[in-house]
């Protein structure tokens, strides 16, 4: 740490200050003892013997001063003090500049930091102030996103279910109004405003189930499961869908069984978002895969591919945003509510696994990590946590 000019000369001052009173208390203790030694011819005669009696060094040098050796050691003790006392106000300093640059980042600079290195305990003490701004900093920016993303939330809620709603409340006006010709026209109007108040129905319980599954505390029913079995017996429940598509949907999950710790209900809605959506945005795909595998003893593989359409690159990184959709139009006409991938990355992060997606010409993989044992969560690679495609 650099110091100013100022507390330079002060530090010089008081040094000057402080050897010019020691010196004043030497020179006083020294001609106190010497007036004691005069005035006492008993205590004189003693230390006449003591210095006649003590040889230094190897050529027996006689102690003749005892004034000269008073005088070496108090300036010994002397330069002792000076330091002492030169150290500590120079620590005093660097607490005085320490608190300063606190009160700078207290009025609001949080992007300072406290600059300068010191020695000792004291520079743990700075590290630690810096270590805890920047703690400090990022609960902000986290507390601001999270705002900003209960905004966000509300805004694409709000304006989801204004749509049916609108639609809902103009078709029963007609029909409250009797703007209608015949029965068919009633049919119709009815029939429109079922269909809006299913869609408004899907996106409220989709929207209750991401907000459940966002919560880290969700409650999980554990229990042990053979995910390949559940795999083949999801695969069989869409056969009848996916023909009515003209596509095929298979399980390829080996012949060892694949235990694992999970809640089944979740893990089941995971795979139910997937198919469906492969169902429904596959266009020209011919072939659904649910493929499971053990990566290791604690570890489990599931992907469900579909070789319909390329997913936009733009797009990988942002599919599992809440809300978002690839192809806008086609998603409203589909019925879809945005929720659905965000709801299966909520579930895969509860159960201490990730998931992901690859898309190229030829497939589409949604990927999915899994623990075998719920108590051993998996680690996120880097490589997801920097594309943002991970919790």
Excluded: C
Excluded at 60 to 76: A, C, D, K, R
Excluded at 297 to 312: H, W, Y
């Amino acid at each position: 740490m650099k110091l100013t000019t100022r507390e330079k000369s002060a530090l010089f001052m008081e040094g000057v200050v402080t050897v010019i009173l020691l010196l004043m208390l030497n020179l006083a203790l020294l001609v106190l003892i010497v007036q004691a030694i005069e005035s006492n011819p008993g205590l004189r005669d003693g230390i006449f013997i003591i210095k006649r009696s003590v040889v230094l060094g190897p050529h027996h040098y006689q102690l003749w001063s005892w004034e000269n050796l008073f005088i070496g050691l108090m300036m010994v003790a002397d330069a002792l003090v000076v330091w002492w006392r030169l150290i500590r106000r120079y620590k005093q300093m660097q607490l005085h500049h320490i608190i300063e640059e606190l009160h700078f980042i207290a009025n609001g600079h949080f992007d300072h930091r406290i600059p300068f290195r010191v020695s000792g305990d004291v520079q743990r003490v700075v590290d630690s102030v810096n270590a805890l701004v920047d703690s400090v900093i990022h609960s902000m920016d986290e507390e601001r996103a999270i705002e900003k993303s209960k905004d966000e939330l509300i805004t694409n809620v709000s304006h989801d279910i204004r749509t049916p709603l609108t639609s809902i409340i103009g078709y029963l006006g007609l029909i409250e109004d009797k703007q209608y010709h015949s029965e068919d026209d009633l049919l119709k109007y009815t029939h429109t405003a079922f269909l809006k108040s299913k869609q408004m129905k899907s996106l409220v319980d989709d929207l209750f189930e991401y907000t459940k599954v966002r919560q880290t505390d969700t409650p999980l029913s554990l229990t042990k499961i053979d995910l390949g079995a559940m795999l083949e017996q999801l695969a069989a429940s869409f056969e009848l869908e996916a023909q009515k598509k003209g596509m095929d949907i298979g399980a390829n999950v080996g012949a060892t069984p694949l235990m694992m710790e999970a809640d089944p209900e979740k893990l089941v809605r995971i795979f139910n978002n997937l198919v469906s959506n492969a169902l429904k945005y596959g266009d020209g795909g011919k072939h659904i895969n649910l493929v499971a595998k053990r990566i290791s003893a604690a570890e489990l593989e599931v992907r469900v591919t579909n070789d319909g359409p390329k997913i936009p690159k733009k797009s990988l990184a942002l599919i599992f945003e809440r809300f978002y959709r690839v192809e806008e139009s086609r998603s409203k006409e589909t019925g879809g509510t945005g929720l659905g991938l965000a709801i299966a990355q909520s579930i895969v992060a509860l159960h201490g696994g990730y998931i992901y997606v690859e898309s190229d010409d030829a497939l589409t993989s949604f990927v999915i990590h899994l623990p075998t044992e719920h108590a051993h969560p998996l680690a996120v690679p880097q490589r997801l946590k920097t594309a943002g495609t991970a919790n």
